[in-house]
Nanobody, 115 residues
């Protein structure tokens, strides 16, 4: 059974940093692309970052140069390092994987950027 569990969210001041983690189980983690999405109140969920099986990455334009996605296949974990956070980064952040054409989501972790 595929499971994704996010952690690391919280309240941070503008300009601060957070590192999100997503612990995966129930599938062969190393052979799948992993994704981070976010959803702000009243807005649609959007793709923030993606990391492929060989480690290629892609980012939402507004987070390029500030966020870094990485993976540790030995720990079945994907990370999102977020630096220079802005109030507009406030959202619930979700981890996602697509296995056998079926999307799986974590429960989400709240990130609030506010002074």
């Amino acid at each position: 059974q595929v499971q994704l569990v996010e952690s690391g969210g919280g309240l941070v001041q503008p300009g601060g940093s957070l590192r999100l983690s997503c612990a995966a189980s129930g599938f062969t983690f190393s052979i799948y692309a992993m994704m981070w999405y976010r959803q702000a109140p009243g807005k649609e969920r959007e793709l923030v970052a993606l990391i492929t099986k060989p480690g290629g990455t892609n980012y939402l334009e507004s987070v390029k140069g500030r966020f870094t996605i990485s993976r540790d296949n030995a720990k079945n974990t994907v990370y999102l390092q977020m630096n220079s956070l802005k109030p507009e980064d406030t959202a619930v952040y979700y981890c996602k994987v697509v296995v056998g054409s079926v999307p799986y989501w974590g429960q989400g972790t709240q990130v609030t950027v506010s002074s």
